[in-house]
């Protein structure tokens, strides 16, 4: 079983950057896929960024590639989302996920937010206004 809090959240300017940690802790994090995911007010629940299992292979939503990058320090039980070039529908709160793998199952499908995760934080809240 795993635990997973979020933290890094806040207001930021257009073009600014914030970035968000997830803290890990339980056994056996190597095992899992990790996400994050954000829902805005009003809105479904949308992957932002996945990081694989093993090889740390990233998969990005296209609304955010080139502007986010996730990462993960699996010795320190983190997983990161650095956010660059921050813009106002980037506003949400944003939820760190972990999926534990199943064979035969693509990554990308694991990844999707309507793929069931295994656990969930409670989220950060990321708001961009000027």
């Known amino acids: 079983q795993l635990q997973l809090v979020e933290s890094g959240g806040g207001l930021v300017q257009p073009g600014g950057s914030l970035r968000l940690s997830c803290a890990i802790s339980?056994?056996?994090?190597?095992?899992?896929?990790f996400g994050w995911y954000r829902q805005a007010r009003g809105k479904e629940r949308e992957v932002v960024a996945c990081?694989?299992?093993?090889?740390?292979?990233?998969i990005y939503a296209d609304s955010v590639k080139g502007r986010f990058t996730i990462s993960r320090e699996l010795n320190g039980n983190m997983v990161y989302l650095q956010m660059d070039s921050l813009k106002p529908e980037d506003t949400a709160v944003y939820y760190c996920a972990a999926r534990r793998d199943i064979p035969g199952t693509t990554v990308q499908r694991m990844c999707s937010a309507a793929f069931p995760q295994d656990y969930w934080g409670r989220g950060t809240p990321v708001t961009i206004s000027s």
């Open positions: 339980g056994v056996g994090p190597k095992y899992y896929h």
């Open positions: 990081v694989k299992r093993g090889d740390g292979d990233t």
